[in-house]
């Protein structure tokens, strides 16, 4: 009886733990977009290193009290420190290409460019991981790449804030990769903490030059963003950490629907023909290379 009732409960531990990891990142999904909204609202007033320094800031307060909900401890050491600095120096990055980015694009484009990060996670996913991306998957990320084409239309010259939203795709495909090696051994907060300490110190040093004066009400809404983004970010790197990186990834796309709602409703914003067409393509192939993921893990289980 042990026998059969132990597989049992492996499989529905694991199914528990995909619909947790689903879950998590469909709501952390609506809280970046909400995010990405309150940041693009402030970017016309606020420079936007000041703003991702005080989001730091607030983020390593929220996280602090944060801990005490989910009784999760912040680890003074760290198992592969070397990998969490490059993981924090590559998010960095990616932080600072996505805010300016979105800072002069629609939102609903900019997120749409920024879900091309699937393509780059398939990629990125095989000097990393190992994994291996075969003839079918290759297709599924030309296909996305040609809706990416579409949606930044070439033909009348690609503009540079389009640019830096797929240097922050990219980005966040190695910071996701790295993650998933590093949740066998840190647990959520731990990353989360150690990463918004790192954009706090390494933004410290420009306030002396771009620093001005804030009112209240600013204050508040960065407040408020902050908020969003720390249980975003905590749902996004909990659901990495328990799930495999191209499982998870298709379900971020919900992002796009709530950033085009917000966009249309505060900015009066509503996409052209091309970027509608060239947003279905990189959902569609980023939906298609995970499920050449999953065949393939089938097949792989199958021969071992």
Same mark, same amino acid.
């Given at each position: 009886?042990?026998?059969?009732?132990?597989?049992?409960?492996?499989?529905?531990?694991?199914?528990? =733990?995909?619909? #947790?990891?689903?879950?998590?990142?469909? +709501? &952390?999904? %609506?809280?970046?977009?909400?995010?990405?909204? /309150? !940041?693009?609202?402030?970017?016309?007033?606020?420079?936007?290193?000041?703003?991702?320094?005080?989001?730091?800031?607030?983020?390593?307060?929220?996280?602090?009290?944060?801990?005490?909900?989910?009784?999760?401890?912040?680890?003074?050491?760290?198992?592969?420190?070397?990998?969490?600095?490059?993981?924090?120096?590559?998010?960095?990055?990616?932080?600072?290409?996505?805010?300016?980015?979105?800072?002069?694009?629609?939102?609903?484009?900019?997120?749409?460019?920024?879900?091309?990060?699937?393509?780059?996670?398939?990629?990125?996913?095989?000097?990393?991981?190992?994994?291996?991306?075969?003839? =079918?998957?290759? #297709?599924?990320?030309?296909?996305?790449? +040609? &809706?990416? %084409?579409?949606?930044?239309?070439?033909?009348? /010259? !690609?503009?540079?804030?389009?640019?830096?939203?797929?240097?922050?795709?990219?980005?966040?495909?190695?910071?996701?990769?790295?993650?998933?090696?590093?949740?066998?051994?840190?647990?959520?907060?731990?990353?989360?903490?150690?990463?918004?300490?790192?954009?706090?110190?390494?933004?410290?040093?420009?306030?002396?030059?771009?620093?001005?004066?804030?009112?209240?009400?600013?204050?508040?809404?960065?407040?408020?963003?902050?908020?969003?983004?720390?249980?975003?970010?905590?749902?996004?790197?909990?659901?990495?950490?328990?799930?495999?990186?191209?499982?998870?990834?298709?379900?971020?796309?919900?992002?796009?629907?709530?950033?085009?709602?917000?966009?249309?409703?505060?900015?009066?914003?509503?996409?052209?023909?091309?970027?509608? !067409?060239?947003?279905?393509?990189?959902?569609?192939?980023?939906?298609?290379?995970?499920?050449?993921?999953?065949?393939?893990?089938?097949?792989?289980?199958?021969?071992?």
């Amino acid at each position: 009886m042990q026998k059969i009732i132990t597989p049992l409960n492996n499989i529905s531990t694991r199914s528990n =733990r995909v619909t #947790l990891a689903v879950t998590i990142t469909i +709501i &952390g999904g %609506l809280c970046f977009s909400i995010q990405d909204a /309150g !940041i693009k609202w402030l970017t016309v007033e606020v420079a936007v290193l000041q703003i991702i320094f005080l989001r730091s800031l607030f983020g390593m307060a929220f996280l602090g009290v944060s801990t005490l909900v989910t009784g999760e401890r912040i680890s003074r050491r760290i198992k592969r420190p070397g990998l969490l600095l490059t993981r924090t120096v590559i998010n960095i990055l990616s932080w600072i290409f996505f805010f300016i980015g979105l800072k002069y694009l629609p939102l609903a484009t900019a997120v749409a460019l920024f879900f091309s990060f699937p393509l780059f996670l398939a990629i990125t996913s095989v000097p990393i991981l190992g994994e291996k991306v075969g003839l =079918r998957r290759s #297709l599924g990320i030309l296909v996305g790449f +040609i &809706g990416v %084409l579409l949606i930044t239309n070439p033909t009348s /010259g !690609i503009e540079w804030p389009m640019l830096m939203m797929l240097s922050a795709a990219f980005g966040w495909a190695l910071v996701a990769n790295i993650t998933r090696i590093l949740g066998e051994t840190e647990n959520t907060s731990t990353l989360l903490f150690y990463t918004l300490f790192g954009f706090s110190i390494a933004l410290a040093v420009p306030q002396f030059w771009i620093w001005q004066p804030i009112d209240i009400q600013t204050i508040g809404i960065i407040a408020v963003v902050t908020f969003f983004g720390v249980i975003a970010q905590f749902c996004l790197t909990k659901a990495y950490s328990i799930a495999s990186p191209s499982l998870i990834a298709p379900f971020e796309y919900t992002a796009l629907i709530w950033s085009a709602t917000l966009g249309f409703l505060i900015w009066g914003d509503v996409p052209d023909i091309y970027a509608i !067409i060239g947003a279905a393509l990189i959902v569609g192939s980023g939906l298609y290379i995970i499920h050449r993921e999953r065949v393939a893990n089938r097949i792989y289980r199958t021969l071992k």
